[in-house]
T-cell receptor, first 114, second 111 residues
Framework: EAQVTQNPRYLITVTGKKLTVTCSQNMNHEYMSWYRQDPGLGLRQIYYSMNVEVTDKGDVPEGYKVSRKEKRNFPLILESPSPNQTSLYFC?????????????FGEGSRLTVL | ELKVEQNPLFLSMQEGKNYTIYCNYSTTSDRLYWYRQDPGKSLESLFVLLSNGAVKQEGRLMASLDTKARLSTLHITAAVHDLSATYFCAVRGGATNKLIFGTGTLLAVQP
C-alpha cells in the first residue's frame, strides 16, 4: 500500500530535549516536505526536499532541521524544542514530473512541548 | 508572493442544501488542489485541476478552475452529514514547487 508513515504520532516532551520525527514514503517520490498546522494559521511549510541531499527552507524553518540521506526518508529534527513548537506536524511527498504533483500526506504527529 | 484565500472560513448548512466554497489566488498557477481534512486527521486529496475550465466531480462534490479569474470553486450538492470536514484548496507556487494552502473552510452539515 502506498503511504507516508510518520512516527511518533503523539509525543509530549519538555523544553530543550532533542527529538526527531521520522517520515518515510514507499512511493519513490522525489519531493518531500514538512508542514505544521496550527489553529487559525493553516498549514505552513517548514522544510522541503527536491531529492536526496537537496533540502531548503520553507516559510517557518526556525528551530528545525532536516536531512535527506535516502530518497524514502525525511526526518524532522527539533534540536531544542520550545513550547511554541507545540503543533500538529505533517510530512508529505509527491513526484516531480516535471513539477510537483499531488501531495500525499502522512497521518500527522501531534507534538506538545512543556 | 503567492497568496491563497478561501471563503467562507466557516459554513454551517442543512442537509439537502447546495453551497459553494471559493478559492482565490493571487498569481498565475497551473495546478490547483482540493483536500479534505477530518478533525485531528490527515489531509485527503479530493481533486487535482490542471487547466483552465477543468471540472471534476466525485459524488456530491464538484470542483472547477478558472485560471483567468484565478478562481476555483468547490460546489456541494445536496449536502449530507458525512461531508462535514475542513476543506483546503492549494495552489502550486513558483520554482520551488511549493503548494500554498488556503486557510481552509470548516463545513458543518446539520441534520
Amino acid at each position: 500500500e502506498a503511504q507516508v508513515t510518520q512516527n511518533p504520532r503523539y509525543l509530549i516532551t519538555v523544553t530543550g530535549k532533542k527529538l526527531t520525527v521520522t517520515c518515510s514514503q514507499n512511493m519513490n517520490h522525489e519531493y518531500m516536505s514538512w508542514y505544521r498546522q496550527d489553529p487559525g494559521l493553516g498549514l505552513r511549510q517548514i522544510y522541503y526536499s527536491m531529492n536526496v541531499e537537496v533540502t531548503d527552507k520553507g516559510d517557518v524553518p526556525e528551530g528545525y532541521k532536516v536531512s535527506r540521506k535516502e530518497k524514502r526518508n525525511f526526518p524532522l529534527i527539533l534540536e531544542s524544542p520550545s513550547p511554541n513548537q507545540t503543533s500538529l506536524y505533517f510530512c508529505a511527498s509527491s513526484v516531480i514530473v516535471p513539477n510537483t504533483g499531488e501531495l500525499f500526506f502522512g497521518e500527522g504527529s501531534r507534538l506538545t512541548v512543556l | 508572493e503567492l497568496k491563497v484565500e478561501q471563503n467562507p472560513l466557516f459554513l454551517s448548512m442543512q442537509e439537502g442544501k447546495n453551497y459553494t466554497i471559493y478559492c482565490n489566488y493571487s498569481t498565475t498557477s497551473d495546478r490547483l488542489y482540493w483536500y479534505r481534512q477530518d478533525p485531528g486527521k490527515s489531509l485527503e486529496s479530493l481533486f487535482v485541476l490542471l487547466s483552465n475550465g477543468a471540472v471534476k466531480q466525485e459524488g456530491r462534490l464538484m470542483a472547477s478552475l478558472d485560471t483567468k479569474a484565478r478562481l476555483s470553486t468547490l460546489h456541494i450538492t445536496a449536502a449530507v452529514h458525512d461531508l462535514s470536514a475542513t476543506y483546503f484548496c492549494a495552489v502550486r507556487g513558483g520554482a520551488t514547487n511549493k503548494l500554498i494552502f488556503g486557510t481552509g473552510t470548516l463545513l458543518a452539515v446539520q441534520p
